[in-house]
């Protein structure tokens, strides 16, 4: 399965996201594979054998979202000067979505740009993080505060990685598939509620369907400034999780779970969301082995982290709810900051 990426709001950009085995890829180029320690363990051998070019390198980084850094990419960047690499050459990303972002930057920065492609190794990156161009790292303020709009020029999202996949990693990228089906398809959403995600008919139609949403979202708002921001759903509340944490308690995923939790709370505060969806929404996160519970320490601290999301515009924070049922979905930037806290107060106070 083919779907389309067609990018019209800038410079005409277009690419395809390939559903399948992964093919066998020829490139009249430098080529260098960025991955990590335990991804090359499992799968670089089944990379390299379907690679043809004049010259394929290895770059590998460590492995955590504490590695997602400024000085990572610069490690990235100063392997390719060895190699001599120049503006024609390629990167391939082979990981997840650390590895995806960082990969993604570091084409964007060299010699003012060149191409890379994506080959996502997890749920999350397959159905979420490797389609449309999102690329960045970490920093002490919080995530993905650096980075740069910068598409790839291919994504191949070959299932066959997932077997190798923990269940924690899997789990993960479940809760991306979830924030997928309750912003945009209540459909979606039920299917999610009556079907074994592990079986691999499962899969398939889990990553077919978030890819397809989620393209059609890119393809009408590359760079978020509009209808893109609504999958952001669970993520401002999510980044903050993250960051106080240190980005090494909880997976992405598991904090966008805790932050769809914490983002519906909020929800029913203001009569956009009934106590029986958040409670099915809760409830389709829990069965997947996702965390929903929270203790916030702090509750001023971590309001005042918000301002430094990507989303604060001005001195208001935007925040991404359901839009009155499961399928549907509005952006906010007008609550009373006091409505918010009482939200959160609720993690406060434990749950």
């Given at each position: 399965?083919?779907?389309?990426?067609?990018?019209?709001?800038?410079?005409?950009?277009?690419?395809?996201?390939?559903?399948?085995?992964?093919?066998g890829?020829?490139?009249?180029?430098?080529?260098?594979i960025?991955?990590?320690?335990t991804?090359?363990?499992?799968?670089?051998?089944y990379?390299?054998?379907?690679?043809?070019?004049?010259?394929?390198?290895?770059?590998?980084v460590?492995?955590?979202?504490?590695?997602?850094?400024?000085?990572?990419?610069?490690?990235?960047?100063?392997r390719?000067?060895?190699?001599?690499?120049?503006?024609?050459?390629?990167?391939?990303?082979?990981?997840?979505?650390?590895?995806?972002?960082?990969?993604?930057?570091?084409?964007?920065?060299?010699?003012?740009?060149?191409?890379f492609?994506?080959?996502?190794?997890?749920?999350?990156?397959?159905?979420?993080?490797?389609v449309?161009?999102?690329t960045?790292?970490?920093?002490?303020?919080g995530?993905?505060?650096?980075?740069?709009?910068?598409?790839?020029e291919?994504?191949?999202i070959?299932?066959?990685f997932?077997?190798?996949?923990?269940?924690?990693?899997f789990?993960?990228?479940?809760?991306e598939?979830?924030?997928m089906?309750?912003m945009?398809?209540?459909?979606?959403?039920?299917?999610?509620?009556?079907?074994?995600?592990?079986t691999?008919?499962?899969?398939?139609?889990?990553?077919r369907?978030?890819v397809?949403?989620?393209?059609?979202?890119?393809?009408?708002d590359?760079?978020e400034?509009?209808?893109?921001?609504?999958l952001?759903?669970?993520?401002t509340?999510?980044?903050?999780?993250?960051?106080?944490?240190?980005?090494?308690t909880y997976?992405?995923?598991?904090?966008?779970a805790?932050?769809?939790?914490?983002?519906n709370?909020l929800?029913?505060?203001?009569e956009?969301?009934?106590?029986k969806?958040?409670?099915a929404?809760?409830d389709l996160?829990?069965?997947?082995?996702?965390?929903?519970?929270?203790?916030?320490?702090?509750v001023?601290?971590?309001?005042?982290?918000?301002?430094?999301d990507?989303?604060s515009?001005?001195g208001?924070?935007?925040?991404?709810?359901p839009?009155?049922r499961?399928?549907?979905?509005?952006?906010?930037?007008?609550?009373?900051?006091?409505i918010?806290?009482?939200?959160?107060g609720?993690f406060?106070?434990?749950?």
């Amino acid at each position: 399965m083919v779907v389309p990426i067609a990018l019209t709001s800038s410079a005409p950009v277009t690419y395809d996201i390939t559903i399948d085995t992964l093919p066998g890829l020829t490139f009249d180029r430098k080529v260098a594979i960025v991955t990590n320690p335990t991804v090359s363990a499992l799968h670089l051998n089944y990379v390299l054998e379907r690679i043809e070019a004049p010259q394929v390198e290895v770059i590998e980084v460590p492995d955590g979202e504490e590695y997602k850094s400024l000085e990572t990419v610069v490690s990235i960047l100063n392997r390719l000067f060895e190699a001599q690499f120049d503006r024609k050459s390629l990167l391939i990303a082979l990981g997840g979505g650390v590895i995806g972002d960082m990969t993604g930057f570091a084409a964007s920065l060299y010699q003012r740009g060149i191409g890379f492609v994506q080959i996502p190794t997890t749920l999350l990156s397959q159905v979420d993080a490797s389609v449309g161009g999102k690329t960045g790292v970490n920093n002490a303020w919080g995530k993905n505060l650096i980075g740069a709009f910068y598409q790839p020029e291919a994504v191949y999202i070959d299932p066959h990685f997932l077997d190798t996949l923990p269940d924690r990693e899997f789990a993960a990228g479940v809760a991306e598939v979830v924030k997928m089906a309750v912003m945009f398809d209540g459909d979606f959403f039920r299917f999610l509620q009556t079907h074994d995600l592990h079986t691999s008919e499962a899969i398939t139609e889990m990553i077919r369907r978030s890819v397809t949403l989620k393209a059609n979202v890119v393809n009408q708002d590359e760079k978020e400034a509009g209808i893109r921001a609504v999958l952001n759903y669970g993520h401002t509340f999510g980044h903050v999780i993250e960051n106080e944490t240190g980005y090494t308690t909880y997976l992405h995923g598991e904090a966008v779970a805790i932050g769809m939790v914490m983002a519906n709370e909020l929800a029913q505060r203001l009569e956009l969301l009934s106590v029986k969806e958040a409670a099915a929404i809760r409830d389709l996160l829990e069965i997947n082995g996702l965390p929903t519970t929270y203790r916030i320490a702090d509750v001023e601290a971590f309001y005042e982290h918000f301002f430094l999301d990507k989303k604060s515009n001005r001195g208001a924070i935007t925040f991404v709810l359901p839009g009155g049922r499961i399928g549907t979905h509005v952006m906010r930037n007008d609550l009373d900051p006091r409505i918010v806290k009482e939200a959160l107060g609720v993690f406060g106070a434990g749950l």
